[in-house]
């Protein structure tokens, strides 16, 4: 079992910055792509941003565009998500997930995090 470990949840006042930071055994990480999905209370799960493997390519929901910024630090396994202009619909558990395709469904991920918490206040 693959452990992926979130860290930099948090609380935060509208229009504030935070910077989510996952890590992943070194097998996991040189292999999969990875990224970034969060669920909001009573709400589905959805990605939020992904990057490859390689690092050549991310994607990012249309409602975060232009907010947040996905990177991996290859040397150190870590994938980080940088949040700015935080809005209280962004209020929701992010989950660190890793998956050796290329479909970023809840289905297609092939080792999750535990989540951590972020929650904007307005």
């Known amino acids: 079992q693959e452990q992926l470990v979130e860290s930099g949840g948090g609380l935060v006042q509208t229009g504030g910055s935070l910077t989510l930071s996952c890590t992943a055994p070194?097998?996991?990480?040189?292999?999969?792509?990875m990224g970034w999905f969060r669920q909001a209370p009573g709400k589905d799960r959805n990605v939020v941003s992904a990057?490859?493997?390689?690092?050549?390519?991310?994607y990012y929901a249309d409602s975060v565009k232009g907010r947040f910024t996905i990177s991996r630090d290859n040397t150190r396994n870590m994938v980080n998500l940088r949040m700015t202009n935080l809005k209280p619909e962004d209020t929701a558990v992010y989950y660190c997930?890793?998956?050796?395709?290329?479909?970023?469904?809840?289905?297609?991920?092939?080792?999750w995090g535990k989540g951590t918490l972020v929650t904007v206040a307005s």
């Open positions: 997930a890793a998956t050796d395709g290329g479909v970023w469904s809840v289905d297609a991920v092939d080792y």
């Open positions: 070194e097998r996991t990480f040189n292999n999969y792509h």
């Open positions: 990057i490859t493997w390689s690092g050549g390519a991310k």
